[in-house]
């Protein structure tokens, strides 16, 4: 049996609008997963597609509902969990530093990653003194906070994403800025 029978046919702009449509789309999803010989083959599949797309609107959607801290797959744009969405695209190493707190708080809720790891990814290629490299991140960590994302907390590890904050990720990327960072 190939991919494309076990799928329902939805066109990839067809949206998730409730639960029965997100339950199909994983069930669809599943059985595609379990009778993949070829990943490369599942992946270029529309109907798979069109699941995955589904399933990432629902999934944005309800993070919207929830109060999450859904950010673009760069972090370029951030909705808070006010709903307020803030444009970090001009904003280069806190931008950075919120990916790598996202990014942790995503594999582990509430581990910290330590100033120095932040320094490096937030000015990579950058030699600078560690002192001054510490003041570096305590500025981008407040510029953080002071354009919304007060979820950010210190930690015996280094900083870290409060673990009752929900991350979202929007693969859509159109979260609309509606104030400049």
């Not at 595609?32 to 529309?46: F, G, I, K, Q, T």
């Not at 509902?65 to 969405?85: E, I």
């Not at 707190?101 to 600078?128: F, I, N, R, Y």
């Not at 510029?143 to 994403?161: D, H, K, P, S, W």
Request: proline residues 4%.
């Amino acid at each position: 049996m190939t991919t494309a029978a076990l799928l329902y046919d939805a066109p990839a702009s067809s949206l998730a609008r409730n639960d029965c449509e997100v339950s199909d789309a994983i069930g669809r999803l599943s059985i595609a997963l379990s009778h993949a010989d070829d990943v490369d083959a599942l992946l270029d599949d529309p109907n798979v597609l069109a699941s995955i797309e589904v399933l990432a609107h629902a999934s944005a959607r309800r993070a919207k509902r929830r109060g999450a801290l859904m950010l673009s797959r760069d972090a370029s744009r951030v909705v808070l969990p006010n709903g307020l969405a803030v444009d970090f695209s001009q904003r280069d190493a806190p931008r950075r530093i919120l990916l790598a707190l996202a990014e942790a708080s995503a594999l582990e809720p509430g581990t910290g990653v330590h100033w120095t790891d932040l320094l490096a990814l937030g000015w990579p290629d950058e030699k600078v003194a560690l002192d001054a490299g510490f003041r570096r991140v305590r500025t981008a960590i407040w510029t953080l906070r002071r354009l919304g994302v007060r979820q950010i907390a210190r930690t015996r590890a280094g900083y870290a994403i409060d673990p009752s904050t929900s991350i979202a990720w929007d693969v859509s990327n159109d979260v609309a800025p509606v104030r400049s960072a």
